[in-house]
């Protein structure tokens, strides 16, 4: 079994499920618990890098975390959010150990279940750069964004409320209404929840199509890569 290294606390609230359930779906498969590692770093610091498009301020901050989990043994590394993988080729480039992508591993089920076209929801640099939209294109897939208002919308309620662990009723109605938009407006059949905090208010039966969850999916790929031989 593969020591993981994660880099979490981006935010800590979905930090705590990745560790839950990577503890957990390894001990389902092989009756053991995993030996892991967790780097966690400052969500407000690497927010404001990615919003002020600090990229390699972003990957030095992150190539740093990644030394720290493999000097501390792991042999597989991770980055528990979805908006710092702007930077991911780079930091694959420096890191020590391979890394697992969170957008390759929600591509690949994109790709599984035969999408065509799918909406992304998430931060504001996630929504905007091109890093999803690259990877679904190699796979055949078209990826579509909010307007500039639901963008925005989308971002305020994951910096002030998803953060925080505060999940509101209307919040919820809101994003389903972006989702909903979205379908009416792009043809989506599917959209991506771009942002790990996500999936603590938004699931397939708050929205009017399936949701493509980023945290559970990459947490499938990294209990694979823990086992892999």
Known sequence: MKKLGLIGGMGPESTIPYYHDIVHGVHERAGRFPLLTIESVDVFHVLRLESEERFKELADYLSAALERVAGAGAEVGALCANTPHLVFDELQRRSPIPLVSIVDACC??????????????????????????????????????????????????????????IVREATRAGLAAVAERLRARCGIEAVVLGCTELPLILDDSATCVPCLDTMRLHVAALVDAALEE
């Open 108 to 165: 690949r089920e994109a790709a599984r279940r035969g999408y065509g076209k799918v909406g992304l929801l998430g931060t504001l640099p996630t929504m905007t750069h091109d890093f999803y939209a690259r990877a679904f294109e190699k796979a055949g897939i078209r990826l579509a964004v909010p307007d500039d208002a639901d963008r925005r919308y989308v971002a305020r309620v994951i910096s002030e409320e998803l953060e925080f662990g």
